[in-house]
């Protein structure tokens, strides 16, 4: 069988499939011919990295949903704590109003009391005057009997 053109060479090597291992152990360097093995090593390791990187993406997405629910949470509580803090504001602002009107109203109290005490003292001493005027007056009916 004589080769005299490269479509002789094909057709030789179709009908003899055993000839092309040895054609490309003579043609390739071992490096190429490792081709194969080493694009199924690197498809398997791609498989590894995107089956990986897929886990870490979902990883990602739950934690990132797990910090929404959270900050949710807190903001939920920030608005509570606001709330509650203005509605402790009005009350502070309320017995601050109730605590100046008692405050007025002790100093009212304060005056009348004071009132109160220099009445009472005047009348206290009235009542001292007429005491000792009432014992001169019953020392003398007493000497008269």
Do not use: C, K
Not at 91 to 110: M, N
Not at 119 to 125: G, I, K, M, V
């Amino acid at each position: 069988m004589a080769l005299e053109s490269l479509e002789d060479l094909i057709r030789a090597l179709r009908e003899h499939p055993e000839w092309r291992e040895p054609l490309l152990e003579a043609l390739l360097p071992e490096r190429y011919r490792q081709l194969p093995e080493r694009t199924d090593r690197l498809e398997e390791a791609i498989i590894r990295v995107s089956e990986r990187l897929e886990r870490l993406i979902e990883e990602n997405d739950r934690r990132f949903r797990e910090l929404a629910e959270r900050q949710a949470a807190t903001d939920h509580q920030i608005a509570q704590i606001a709330e509650r803090q203005e509605e402790l504001a009005t009350r502070v602002i309320q017995l601050t109003a109730r605590v100046d009107d008692l405050t007025v109203r002790l100093e009212q109290l304060t005056a009348r009391v004071d009132d109160l005490t220099v009445r009472l003292e005047q009348l206290t001493a009235r009542v001292d005057t007429l005491t000792a005027r009432m014992d001169a007056l019953v020392e003398r009916v007493g000497l008269m009997q």
